[in-house]
C-alpha cells in the first residue's frame, strides 16, 4: 500500500488543523506545501513569517530604500553619478549661492543645521559649509545607499542619513532643521504637494524650506531651433524629458507650479525667482552626453526606452557644434524660499 502511494505523482492529505500537499515521484518527496485552516493559530503565524520575508527580499533586491513614494530613478547613482552631479552643481552653484544669500536675510546663517534632502553625492556641502560654518551642521539624506556611501567617502564628518520622507530618522533630523534644502528632488516625486507638505509639517516652526527646480519652456525650444536650424533632431532632444517624465512619473515642469503647492501651505517670507540657463556648448556638450548614457544604461534594459529613441538623441547631440557661441539651453531654473511661522 505504502508503495502505491509513494509512486503516486501527487498527495493530498487532510487533517484538524489544515490540509498537505506533496508531490511524490518514484518515492521521492519533490515539493509540499501545508495550508493552514481559516483563522487558525499556525496559520496567523505562517503569514506574518510570509509578510516577514517578502520585506526582507524588497529590501535587499535595491540599495533603495523608500515607502509609497518609490520609482524608476533614470539616472546613475554613486559613483557613476558623481561627474554628472558635479558638473550639474557648477551651473547651478550661482544660484545655491544667491538662495542661501536669501535665507541669511530672513536668518543669519552662522551655527545652523541644515538638512539636504535627496542630497545625491552632496555636492553642495563645500559651499554650505562657508555659510554656516564650523559650527553649523550639515545632514545629507538620500533614499539611495549608493549616493550616501559615496558621499561619506568624500565627506567623513558630515553626517548621513538613507531614507526617504517615511524614514523616522529623517523625519527627525529635519525636525531639528534650521533650512531644509531641496535641489531637483521634487521633479522625482510621484505626489509632488503631499510631498512638499509632508516635509513642511516635520519642520520647525521659524525653519526655512529652499526648493531648486528646473522647469523646460517652449520658448527656449523656439530659441533651440533657430539656432541650430540645419541639425536633425533638435526638436525631439530638446523634448526628451518630454518624452521619458511620464514614462518613469518624473516631472520635468514641476516648477512652474511648484510656487503654488507651497503657497497653500501658507508660509511667510515666500519669494519665487525664475531665471533662465543658457551654457556655452562646450560645456554642455559633454554633459549632456554624459546624462543620455547614463538614461541609457537605466532605461534601454528595463524598456523604459527603445535603445532607437535614445540612439537619436546621441546622433543629434554629437552633430551639435562645440563654439564658444554655441549654446543649450538648460530649462528656466527656480529657487522658491519659504519659512514655516513661528508659534505665536
Ligand atoms: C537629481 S538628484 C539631485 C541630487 C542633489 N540634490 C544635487 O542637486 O546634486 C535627485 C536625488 O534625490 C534623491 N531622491 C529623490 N526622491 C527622494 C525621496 N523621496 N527621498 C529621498 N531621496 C530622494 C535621489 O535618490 C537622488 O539622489
Request: contains cysteine; neutral net charge; proline residues 4%.
Amino acid at each position: 500500500m505504502l508503495e502505491i502511494l509513494l509512486d503516486h505523482s501527487y498527495l493530498v492529505c487532510p487533517c484538524d488543523t489544515g490540509m498537505g500537499t506533496a508531490v511524490v515521484k518514484q518515492g521521492k518527496l519533490l515539493c509540499g506545501s501545508w495550508v493552514y485552516k481559516r483563522g487558525s493559530f499556525m496559520r496567523k503565524i505562517t503569514v506574518l513569517i510570509m509578510g516577514i520575508s517578502v520585506m526582507a527580499m524588497t529590501f535587499q533586491k535595491g540599495t533603495s530604500v523608500a515607502a509609497g513614494n518609490e520609482k524608476t530613478y533614470v539616472l546613475q547613482e554613486g559613483k557613476s553619478a558623481h561627474s554628472r552631479l558635479k558638473r550639474q552643481s557648477d551651473i547651478y552653484r550661482p544660484h545655491l549661492m544667491q538662495a542661501f544669500k536669501t535665507a541669511a536675510a530672513i536668518k543669519g546663517l552662522s551655527g545652523l543645521r541644515i538638512v539636504d534632502f535627496g542630497c545625491g553625492t552632496s555636492e553642495i556641502y563645500a559651499d554650505v559649509m562657508s555659510f554656516i560654518g564650523r559650527s553649523g551642521n550639515y545632514i545629507g539624506t538620500d533614499r539611495s545607499a549608493d549616493q550616501i556611501s559615496f558621499a561619506r567617502e568624500k565627506y567623513p564628518t558630515a553626517e548621513y542619513i538613507v531614507g526617504d520622507e517615511s524614514n523616522p530618522q529623517v523625519l527627525q533630523s529635519i525636525s531639528k532643521a534650521d533650512i531644509v534644502y531641496m535641489r531637483l528632488v521634487v521633479m522625482h516625486q510621484k505626489q509632488p504637494a503631499a510631498f512638499v507638505k509632508k516635509i513642511y509639517e516635520a519642520m520647525k516652526p521659524g525653519a526655512i524650506l529652499i526648493m531648486q527646480e528646473v522647469e523646460d519652456t517652449p520658448e527656449q525650444k523656439e530659441v533651440m531651433l533657430k539656432q541650430y536650424p540645419n541639425i536633425d533632431g533638435v526638436d525631439k532632444l530638446y523634448d526628451y524629458k518630454k518624452t521619458l517624465g511620464p514614462r518613469v512619473s518624473v516631472d520635468y515642469g514641476i516648477a512652474r507650479y511648484l510656487k503654488n503647492i507651497f503657497a497653500k501651505l501658507e508660509p511667510i517670507n515666500l519669494t519665487e525667482n525664475a531665471e533662465e540657463v543658457m551654457l556655452s556648448m562646450a560645456t554642455d556638450k559633454p554633459l549632456l552626453e554624459e546624462a543620455m548614457h547614463e538614461i541609457e544604461s537605466k532605461c534601454v534594459p528595463q524598456g523604459i526606452l527603445s535603445q532607437e529613441e535614445v540612439d537619436a538623441w546621441l546622433e543629434t547631440i554629437a552633430k551639435l557644434p562645440t563654439g564658444e557661441d554655441n549654446f543649450w539651453s538648460w530649462g528656466k531654473y527656480h529657487t522658491i524660499i519659504g519659512q514655516k511661522p513661528e508659534l505665536s
